[in-house]
Structures are given as structure tokens and as C-alpha cells.
């Protein structure tokens, strides 16, 4: 496989100082792995802190920056962050105010997320944790107990961090972020595997003319393998299965959603606005009115092609604070 890389084992550090180049108003530590925005203390804000494994960008570092996170620990390749990152970005931005760490429901994630705060805390840092775990495909799969976290990372991050800047004391920008959680699922769909830098070949076979459906973001095994089908179809299982999980929740959710249609690295523009077409359509007939909607490459799983679409139910506070102005790397509007 050709790769636009030095080395499989300086591929992260590479990137990162890329990064920095790229975007002088972040403070980017290559060799810590911890990216951090520029002022993070400034204003006595609650610092967001998220990570994770490398290779879904541009989550997380890609949304360090004004209304979203304070801070970013990106771990090697599918690799969780270690609690040293963690522990040195939530110094890094703590204010006085706390630190909220938003952790997605991945077994490493998760253990060095708790260490890491249990670190933070001993240190006089307070710390809150929400877990998100949106991922409506599966209950347990290969890296996770419980349903993983996906695509409603991205507004997990983007509302609280709304939250944070407006100076919401730590509890609620929490609160807030259980609630776009618990108001959120997603499913995702492999039209081929991913390649890691360090093996070179793909993760898992995937045959010509078949795709597999309820993929997880490192291509752990889905619900089922199908022959390819059309967007159309592809929309009504992904979509579908989000809206059923919705409405078993209890309380049932109503009311306007938050649609992002996701690309998972591979798949172009052309494809994925053409896959949104299918998706409003679905909505549509369901009677699901669509608030706002962010297309592209957000959380992706390398080089794989497919897709992923995450719903979130919102109200009028939720929605005002998607609305508020961001600028980071990856997501910006209002200023």
C-alpha cells in the first residue's frame, strides 16, 4: 500500500507537527502528544479535554479551538492516549474551573481517561467525565463494553464547548453533554477496510461487491455483511436503525434533529452529499424534521470507504448552542 508518509513510527509525531505549521494558534507538543489551544486559561472557562487513537482525524485535535475543546491527546494509530497526556493537557487549561474529559466508550479510552483524572484530582483538579456512546449497531464488539462511541463525539464536543465558553460552571457543561449523549445514535457502513501505517495491508477482508453494515471506527465487525446495495437502500438500514434505537429510548425522544452524514476517510464528496439526499428522504418520510446538517470527513477510520450518520435530538437550548459561533482546525462559522 503507497502511503503519503516517512515511517510508519514517526507518522503521528509527522502529522502533529503539520499541524502546528498549519495552525500557529495552536500550541502543539509533538513529542507529548498533547495539542492545546492557545490561551486555554484565559477567562475562567471549564477546559473540555478529549483523545484518542490517531487515524480518525480530524477528531480530536482538529476541534482545539474557540467554542469546542481546550485540549486534544491523540494516541499512536487505534491506540488509546496515555493518562500522561491526559494529565498534562487538563494542567494545561485548567482555569480553577475544572476539566470536563469527554471520552468515547472504548475500553482504553476509558481506563486511562479514569486513571488520568484520578491523577488530575490528587493534583486539585476537578474533574468531570462523559462517556459517549452513541453507536446504535452493536451492544459489545472487539474494543468495547457496551456501545461505542462514534460520530456523536463531534457534538458531544461542539456543545459543550459552546457551554464552556459562554463561563456554564463544570456540572452543567457536564449535564449538557450526558444530555446530547443520551439524545444522540449513530451507525456506520464499510465499503472497504482501512490500512494502518504499520501493517500496510487491510485490517479485515472485505470482498469485492459486499459491504458491512453497523462498522465500528477501527473496522470491528458490524450487525451483518450484505451484497453491495444501492445509497437508497444503505439509507434506510442506517437510518432506520438510529430512529428505531430513538424511539425505544425511554423517555422516547421527539422533535428536530442534528444530522451529520459522516465520511469515513475514503469516500468523496460526490458520494456522501448524494448518501445525504437519501437520508433526508428517509427522515422525511419518517416525520423526522432535520434542524441543522454538517456533511464530511469528521470521524474517520483512516483510508476506509463507507460512511456513518448520527442523529441527535435537540431542543431550542441544544440548538442555540450548536448554533454558537466555533473556530477550530476542522469546524468553524460565526466568527
Not at 225 to 234: L, N, S, V
Amino acid at each position: 500500500m503507497k502511503m503519503l508518509i516517512n515511517s510508519p513510527q514517526t507518522v503521528v509525531a509527522d502529522a502533529l507537527r503539520g499541524l502546528a505549521a498549519a495552525h500557529p494558534e495552536l500550541d502543539v507538543d509533538a513529542d507529548a502528544r498533547v495539542v492545546v489551544r492557545r490561551g486555554a486559561r484565559q477567562g475562567g472557562r471549564v477546559g473540555l479535554v478529549s483523545g484518542g487513537g490517531s487515524g480518525h482525524e480530524p477528531l480530536h485535535a482538529g476541534f482545539v479551538g474557540y467554542g469546542m475543546l481546550s485540549a486534544a491527546c491523540p494516541g499512536e494509530v487505534f491506540t488509546s492516549p496515555v493518562p500522561d497526556q491526559m494529565l498534562r493537557a487538563a494542567k494545561a487549561v485548567d482555569s480553577g474551573q475544572g476539566v470536563l474529559f469527554v471520552v468515547k466508550n472504548y475500553t482504553g479510552d476509558v481506563l486511562n481517561f479514569d486513571m488520568a483524572a484520578e491523577l488530575a484530582e490528587e493534583d486539585g483538579i476537578r474533574v468531570e467525565r462523559v462517556l459517549v456512546n452513541d453507536d446504535v449497531a452493536v451492544t459489545d464488539s472487539l474494543y468495547t463494553a457496551g456501545r461505542r462511541g462514534t460520530g456523536a463525539t463531534l457534538f458531544v464536543e461542539k456543545i459543550a464547548g459552546a457551554a464552556a465558553e459562554e463561563g456554564v460552571p463544570l456540572a452543567q457543561v457536564a449535564a449538557v453533554a450526558r444530555r446530547v449523549n443520551e439524545a444522540s445514535g449513530s451507525f456506520g457502513v464499510a465499503l472497504s477496510a482501512c490500512t494502518t501505517p504499520a501493517k500496510g495491508s487491510p485490517t479485515f477482508d472485505l470482498p469485492d461487491g459486499e459491504l458491512e453494515l453497523g462498522i465500528g471506527i477501527h473496522g470491528e465487525p458490524g450487525r451483518e455483511r450484505r451484497p453491495m446495495m444501492p445509497a437508497g437502500e444503505i439509507a434506510e438500514v442506517a437510518v432506520g436503525s438510529v430512529l428505531d434505537d430513538m424511539a425505544n429510548a425511554s423517555p422516547a425522544a421527539d422533535g428536530p434533529v442534528l444530522a451529520l452524514v459522516n465520511g469515513m476517510g475514503a469516500t468523496p464528496l460526490l458520494e456522501l452529499y448524494g448518501f445525504h439526499a437519501e437520508v433526508a428522504r428517509v427522515l422525511a418520510a419518517r416525520g423526522v424534521p432535520v434542524a441543522r446538517t454538517l456533511v464530511g470527513n469528521y470521524v474517520t477510520s483512516l483510508d476506509m470507504a463507507g460512511c456513518s450518520v448520527t442523529l441527535c435530538r435537540v431542543d431550542e437550548e441544544l440548538l442555540r448552542l450548536w448554533d454558537a459561533p466555533v473556530q477550530t482546525a476542522a469546524l468553524r462559522w460565526g466568527r
